[in-house]
């Protein structure tokens, strides 16, 4: 591990079952709340698509909006949100996928971006792959192009980068 990377761990604080048992949830607002922290992992989220020729980057709901803007800042570029449904105010697509228990929904505004714009997801914790993957193909739905997927965390015992298999997926920490 870098020291970044060291820094940046001891600001996730887990928090053992929430929201439901079993579940070790990742907090990152104390990462949030550390300027320097919250600089220098955006900077590492954008980086590897600095020269991507990104056209927007795309946050899902809702840390994926915090993490998102600034990272789209970083790369100038503007940001797409993605969100649960019924959020959204204009004419929406709206993709169903599924979960270990039963299924959700993703939507994005109908005219959110132009075909074949390049886009780049962002989110903070890559756990199974499912959210990810279900923006992912909204995205593509609307005509876009996905260049990849950017995570300030991924939790490589669920196994999400291989659900994303043959997209380029980053992320600043592996636990
Ligand atoms: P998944 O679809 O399983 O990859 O889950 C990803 C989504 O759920 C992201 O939006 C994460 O913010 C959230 N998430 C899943 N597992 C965790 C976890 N252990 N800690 C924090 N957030 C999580």
Redesign the pocket.
Known sequence: MTTLEHRLTRLVRDVPDFPKKG????DITPLLADAAALREATKAMAMPYWESSIDHVVG?ES??FILGAIVARALDVGFIPVRKPGKLPAKVMSLEYALEYGSDTLEVHADACMSEARVLIV??????????GAAGELMERLGARVVGFSFLLQ?SA?K?RERLAERRVESVLTL
């Open positions: 579940i070790v949830f990742k899902i840390r994926g989110d903070d914790v890559l756990a199974t792959g499912g959210t990810a939790l669920l999400g």
